[in-house]
């Protein structure tokens, strides 16, 4: 519980003392999110897009590098597998 009381007052200090740089950042997120918005908005929805055309093999290389650099994933695996597996007895 102290650690997080520490985490917490010093994020709200970082806040105070970059509190134009903070908005800044909120405006442009709201900026951003309008733009989606609007792209989705405008978009044209008469005709229909066929999807590009992709091998498997770009398929499952976009797969492998989204998971690969996911760090949930590596985080997951790290605390699972040494208790899943036995790893002194891997060679």
Do not use: C, Y
């Amino acid at each position: 519980m102290p650690g997080l009381l520490v985490a917490t007052l010093g994020l709200a200090a970082l806040t105070q003392q970059f509190e134009s740089v903070f908005i800044a950042v909120k405006w442009l997120g709201v900026a951003f999110i309008l733009f989606i918005a609007w792209n989705l908005w405008s978009k044209n929805t008469e005709q229909m897009q066929a999807p590009p055309k992709r091998s498997a093999g770009a398929g499952l290389l976009a797969g492998a590098v989204l998971t690969l650099s996911n760090p949930k994933a590596v985080v997951f695996f790290g605390a699972v597998l040494p208790h899943a597996f036995d790893l002194t007895a891997l060679s």
